[in-house]
Protein backbone atom coordinates (compact mmCIF):
# COMPACT_ATOMS: atom_id res chain seq x y z
CA UNK A 1 0.00 0.00 0.00
CA UNK A 2 1.08 3.35 -1.07
CA UNK A 3 1.92 6.24 1.81
CA UNK A 4 -0.54 8.30 0.33
CA UNK A 5 -3.44 5.89 -0.01
CA UNK A 6 -2.92 5.05 3.96
CA UNK A 7 -2.99 8.34 5.09
CA UNK A 8 -6.38 9.23 3.09
CA UNK A 9 -7.79 6.17 4.77
CA UNK A 10 -6.44 7.15 8.04
CA UNK A 11 -7.95 11.02 7.16
CA UNK A 12 -11.45 9.12 6.26
CA UNK A 13 -11.60 7.17 9.20
CA UNK A 14 -10.61 10.33 11.35
CA UNK A 15 -13.06 12.35 9.59
CA UNK A 16 -15.86 9.41 10.64
CA UNK A 17 -14.85 9.81 13.90
CA UNK A 18 -14.92 13.51 14.29
CA UNK A 19 -18.27 13.64 12.88
CA UNK A 20 -19.39 10.98 15.51
CA UNK A 21 -18.19 13.54 18.43
CA UNK A 22 -19.73 16.45 16.65
CA UNK A 23 -22.39 15.13 15.24
CA UNK A 24 -24.29 19.04 13.65
CA UNK A 25 -27.54 17.22 15.17
CA UNK A 26 -28.10 16.00 12.48
CA UNK A 27 -29.00 12.27 13.04
CA UNK A 28 -27.93 11.28 9.31
CA UNK A 29 -24.06 11.36 10.38
CA UNK A 30 -24.94 8.15 12.39
CA UNK A 31 -24.38 5.32 9.91
CA UNK A 32 -26.02 2.05 10.38
CA UNK A 33 -24.08 -0.99 10.25
CA UNK A 34 -24.41 -1.97 6.57
CA UNK A 35 -22.81 1.17 5.97
CA UNK A 36 -19.78 0.55 8.51
CA UNK A 37 -19.54 -2.74 6.37
CA UNK A 38 -19.38 -1.02 3.20
CA UNK A 39 -16.77 1.21 4.71
CA UNK A 40 -14.44 -1.34 4.98
CA UNK A 41 -15.05 -2.48 1.71
CA UNK A 42 -14.39 1.03 0.16
CA UNK A 43 -11.17 0.97 2.84
CA UNK A 44 -10.06 -2.04 0.75
CA UNK A 45 -11.25 -0.97 -2.43
CA UNK A 46 -9.03 2.59 -2.01
CA UNK A 47 -5.79 0.84 -0.97
CA UNK A 48 -4.39 -1.37 -3.23
CA UNK A 49 -4.63 -3.95 -0.94
CA UNK A 50 -3.43 -7.57 -1.92
CA UNK A 51 -3.30 -9.63 0.92
CA UNK A 52 -6.32 -9.49 3.30
CA UNK A 53 -6.92 -12.07 6.50
CA UNK A 54 -10.56 -12.40 7.98
CA UNK A 55 -10.28 -13.66 11.56
CA UNK A 56 -13.64 -15.04 12.20
CA UNK A 57 -15.73 -15.23 8.97
CA UNK A 58 -18.97 -16.54 10.46
CA UNK A 59 -21.38 -16.86 7.37
CA UNK A 60 -19.47 -14.44 5.02
CA UNK A 61 -21.20 -11.48 5.11
CA UNK A 62 -18.05 -9.42 6.01
CA UNK A 63 -15.72 -12.11 3.66
CA UNK A 64 -18.20 -10.92 0.95
CA UNK A 65 -18.22 -6.92 1.58
CA UNK A 66 -14.33 -7.29 1.66
CA UNK A 67 -14.31 -9.56 -1.64
CA UNK A 68 -16.19 -7.26 -3.78
CA UNK A 69 -13.57 -4.36 -2.77
CA UNK A 70 -10.80 -6.68 -3.37
CA UNK A 71 -12.35 -7.49 -6.79
CA UNK A 72 -10.85 -3.76 -7.86
CA UNK A 73 -7.45 -3.77 -6.37
CA UNK A 74 -6.51 -7.47 -7.74
CA UNK A 75 -6.52 -8.95 -4.02
CA UNK A 76 -7.32 -12.10 -2.19
CA UNK A 77 -8.42 -12.55 1.31
CA UNK A 78 -8.13 -15.57 3.29
CA UNK A 79 -10.64 -16.07 6.19
CA UNK A 80 -10.97 -18.37 8.93
CA UNK A 81 -13.96 -20.33 10.63
CA UNK A 82 -13.88 -21.73 13.61
CA UNK A 83 -17.03 -23.44 13.36
CA UNK A 84 -16.98 -26.67 10.74
CA UNK A 85 -20.70 -25.87 10.35
CA UNK A 86 -20.57 -22.23 9.42
CA UNK A 87 -17.46 -22.62 7.32
CA UNK A 88 -19.22 -25.01 5.55
CA UNK A 89 -22.05 -22.43 4.71
CA UNK A 90 -19.41 -19.52 4.49
CA UNK A 91 -17.76 -21.24 1.53
CA UNK A 92 -21.15 -21.49 -0.06
CA UNK A 93 -22.39 -17.77 0.40
CA UNK A 94 -18.72 -17.07 -1.27
CA UNK A 95 -19.56 -19.36 -4.08
CA UNK A 96 -22.46 -18.00 -4.89
CA UNK A 97 -21.35 -14.49 -4.31
CA UNK A 98 -19.06 -15.43 -7.28
CA UNK A 99 -16.02 -14.81 -5.14
CA UNK A 100 -14.54 -18.05 -5.15
CA UNK A 101 -11.20 -16.86 -7.13
CA UNK A 102 -10.74 -14.04 -4.35
CA UNK A 103 -11.68 -15.61 -0.72
CA UNK A 104 -9.77 -18.74 0.10
CA UNK A 105 -12.08 -19.93 3.45
CA UNK A 106 -9.95 -21.66 6.01
CA UNK A 107 -11.68 -24.20 8.53
CA UNK A 108 -10.35 -24.24 11.85
CA UNK A 109 -9.25 -22.17 14.77
CA UNK A 110 -7.14 -19.14 13.74
CA UNK A 111 -4.74 -19.70 16.41
CA UNK A 112 -3.38 -22.94 14.36
CA UNK A 113 -4.28 -21.69 10.72
CA UNK A 114 -2.60 -18.18 10.50
CA UNK A 115 1.21 -19.49 11.49
CA UNK A 116 0.23 -22.28 8.61
CA UNK A 117 -0.36 -19.36 6.03
CA UNK A 118 2.58 -18.10 4.28
CA UNK A 119 3.75 -14.77 4.05
CA UNK A 120 2.34 -11.35 5.69
CA UNK A 121 -0.90 -9.09 5.14
CA UNK A 122 -1.65 -5.60 4.63
CA UNK A 123 -5.13 -5.56 5.38
CA UNK A 124 -6.41 -7.50 8.52
CA UNK A 125 -10.28 -7.62 10.17
CA UNK A 126 -10.82 -9.41 13.35
CA UNK A 127 -14.08 -10.34 14.39
CA UNK A 128 -13.72 -13.12 16.41
CA UNK A 129 -14.43 -13.73 20.48
CA UNK A 130 -13.81 -11.01 22.01
CA UNK A 131 -11.42 -11.85 24.65
CA UNK A 132 -9.13 -13.21 22.07
CA UNK A 133 -8.50 -10.13 20.57
CA UNK A 134 -4.90 -9.68 22.03
CA UNK A 135 -3.63 -12.76 21.76
CA UNK A 136 -4.61 -12.34 17.91
CA UNK A 137 -3.47 -8.85 17.73
CA UNK A 138 0.39 -10.29 19.26
CA UNK A 139 -0.07 -13.11 16.38
CA UNK A 140 -0.91 -11.28 13.69
CA UNK A 141 0.60 -8.26 13.91
CA UNK A 142 4.43 -8.30 13.42
CA UNK A 143 3.06 -10.07 9.71
CA UNK A 144 1.57 -7.24 8.88
CA UNK A 145 3.47 -4.82 6.83
CA UNK A 146 4.23 -1.24 7.52
CA UNK A 147 1.55 0.77 6.47
CA UNK A 148 -0.78 -1.90 6.63
CA UNK A 149 -4.59 -1.87 8.36
CA UNK A 150 -5.62 -3.80 11.22
CA UNK A 151 -9.53 -3.72 11.96
CA UNK A 152 -10.84 -5.22 14.54
CA UNK A 153 -14.89 -5.26 15.53
CA UNK A 154 -16.96 -4.46 18.65
CA UNK A 155 -14.25 -2.16 20.08
CA UNK A 156 -16.98 0.26 21.95
CA UNK A 157 -19.92 -1.96 22.31
CA UNK A 158 -17.57 -5.23 24.30
CA UNK A 159 -14.69 -3.06 25.13
CA UNK A 160 -15.31 -4.68 28.12
CA UNK A 161 -14.28 -8.00 26.95
CA UNK A 162 -11.03 -6.37 25.50
CA UNK A 163 -9.28 -3.98 27.57
CA UNK A 164 -6.09 -5.64 27.10
CA UNK A 165 -6.41 -5.32 23.38
CA UNK A 166 -7.68 -1.77 23.17
CA UNK A 167 -4.60 -0.68 25.60
CA UNK A 168 -1.78 -2.44 23.24
CA UNK A 169 -3.06 -0.25 20.01
CA UNK A 170 -3.78 3.21 21.48
CA UNK A 171 -0.78 5.41 22.66
CA UNK A 172 1.87 3.09 20.88
CA UNK A 173 4.54 5.21 18.91
CA UNK A 174 4.70 2.33 16.26
CA UNK A 175 1.03 2.66 15.35
CA UNK A 176 -1.82 5.60 14.76
CA UNK A 177 -5.07 4.24 15.65
CA UNK A 178 -8.59 5.41 15.77
CA UNK A 179 -11.73 4.22 16.48
CA UNK A 180 -15.01 4.70 14.03
CA UNK A 181 -18.20 3.39 15.84
CA UNK A 182 -20.88 5.53 13.78
CA UNK A 183 -23.48 2.93 15.32
CA UNK A 184 -23.02 1.02 18.67
CA UNK A 185 -20.62 -1.55 18.08
CA UNK A 186 -17.41 0.42 17.02
CA UNK A 187 -14.48 -0.47 14.50
CA UNK A 188 -10.87 0.34 15.46
CA UNK A 189 -8.89 1.41 12.66
CA UNK A 190 -5.04 0.47 13.45
CA UNK A 191 -2.57 2.05 11.00
CA UNK A 192 1.10 0.32 10.96
CA UNK A 193 3.63 3.21 10.94
CA UNK A 194 7.07 0.97 10.16
C1 LIG B 1 -19.09 -12.26 15.10
S1 LIG B 1 -18.83 -13.68 14.18
C2 LIG B 1 -18.04 -13.09 12.72
C3 LIG B 1 -18.98 -12.31 11.82
C4 LIG B 1 -18.40 -12.02 10.44
N1 LIG B 1 -17.10 -11.40 10.51
C5 LIG B 1 -19.33 -11.12 9.66
O1 LIG B 1 -19.33 -9.88 9.87
O2 LIG B 1 -20.09 -11.64 8.86
C6 LIG B 1 -17.50 -14.44 15.02
C7 LIG B 1 -17.02 -15.73 14.38
O3 LIG B 1 -15.69 -15.98 14.83
C8 LIG B 1 -15.50 -17.36 14.88
N2 LIG B 1 -14.33 -17.64 15.73
C9 LIG B 1 -14.18 -17.43 17.06
N3 LIG B 1 -12.96 -17.81 17.47
C10 LIG B 1 -12.31 -18.26 16.37
C11 LIG B 1 -11.01 -18.81 16.14
N4 LIG B 1 -10.13 -18.98 17.15
N5 LIG B 1 -10.67 -19.17 14.89
C12 LIG B 1 -11.55 -19.01 13.85
N6 LIG B 1 -12.80 -18.51 14.02
C13 LIG B 1 -13.17 -18.14 15.25
C14 LIG B 1 -16.82 -17.88 15.48
O4 LIG B 1 -17.02 -19.25 15.21
C15 LIG B 1 -17.84 -16.96 14.81
O5 LIG B 1 -18.41 -17.56 13.66
Same mark, same amino acid.
Given at each position: ???????? !??????????? =???????????????????????????????????? &???? &?????W? &???????? &?????????? #? =???????????? $???? !?????????????????? $????????????????F??????????????????? +??????M???? #?? !???N????????????? #? +????????
Amino acid at each position: MSERAAAL !IFAFALGLTAS =RVAPDAQSSSILPPDVVKLLQALMVAASGVTRALEI &GGAL &GYSAIWI &GYGLRQTG &GRLTTIEYDP #G =RAKLLVDHIRRA $GLSD !IVTVVPGDAFKEIPRLAG $GFDFVFLDAWKRDYKRFFDLVFPRLVARGLFLAHNV +VNKQAEMRDFL #GA !IQNNPAMMTTVVSPSAE #G +VSVTLKLR
